[in-house]
């Protein structure tokens, strides 16, 4: 989000700005959808806000991303539930811009291992800057990345640069527009993160970086683009993490009362 192209809209930038008086922009736009009333208490966690925001905090609060799996099997029902949870997200223009690939085939996995670990040897011995090096050094992270085996699921998500052409249109149709694309794929992975966490499951938020291999890799079509790879499964026995403290409420919020 950095080119002067760049609009929040997602478009290009108009050269002339279109003229606010011209009603006739709004000619033809489709009817707005049908609406439905929302029930006041269409969610009601029994308590009082108060003690239903310091409760989730409590369970948000013990997630830790993991880097050492179990191979423990996770059902392919709980994915699926956890994945219908990140497709709750906002998006832009409600267009919905992800894709979860859910993969627990041995194959797959072992090749995404052997891509990404090409990937990271190129990172820790020549692209990473030395600043990365030692904001990484402490959490000790190197290009090993077993994870991508061990754990029962690997959720690829992709971003969609473009939604998918309608069902049944012929090959090469474009798809539409989406609109802030990397937020909203952002939110859902939260979402994600946060059903798999209340699943007593652990993840981790992996980027390889270049991402490329993951659209070959796994076959998904040039509108996709890979955003992240999501180790999920149990943590093994024995599992570290770093003590890592989290920054105070004072430190993150500003109230302007
Ligand atoms: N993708 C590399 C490097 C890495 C980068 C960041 I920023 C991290 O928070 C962790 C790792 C890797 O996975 O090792």
Redesign the pocket.
């Known amino acids: 989000m950095n080119g002067v192209n760049d609009s929040p809209i997602g478009g290009p930038t108009p050269t002339e700005p279109p003229d606010p008086r011209d009603r006739s922009r709004f000619d033809g736009l489709p009817p707005l959808l049908p609406h439905v009333p929302l029930e006041p208490m269409r969610f009601n966690p029994g308590v009082p806000p108060e003690a239903a925001a310091r409760a989730f905090f409590g369970v948000m609060d013990r997630r830790r991303t993991v880097r050492t799996f179990s191979d423990r099997p996770v059902s392919r029902e709980t994915i699926e539930w956890c994945v219908r949870t990140a497709g709750t997200a906002p998006s832009g223009a409600h267009k919905q811009p992800w894709r979860f690939v859910c993969v627990s085939n041995p194959a797959l996995k072992t090749k995404i291992r052997a891509a990404a670990e090409a990937e990271?040897r190129e990172?820790y011995e020549r692209r990473a800057s030395r600043q990365w090096l030692e904001d990484?050094a402490p959490?000790g992270?190197d290009p090993n990345k077993p994870f991508l085996e061990v754990a029962p699921w690997l959720i690829v998500v992709f971003q969609m640069v473009k939604t998918d052409p309608p069902p049944g249109s012929p090959a090469g149709t474009p798809g539409g527009m989406v609109y802030y694309r990397e937020e909203s794929v952002g939110i859902a992975v939260g979402m994600l993160l946060a059903a798999i966490h209340h699943a007593g499951l652990v993840a981790l938020t992996?980027?390889?970086?270049p991402m490329g291999f993951l659209r070959e890799v796994l076959g998904r079509p040039e509108h996709e683009r890979a955003f992240v790879v999501i180790p999920v499964g149990y943590p093994s026995e024995g599992c570290q993490v770093p003590d890592l403290k989290r920054k105070s409420l004072g430190e993150i919020a500003v109230f302007r009362e």
């Not at 992996?206 to 970086?209: I, Q």
């Open positions: 990271e990172f990484l959490l992270t992996h980027t390889p970086s």
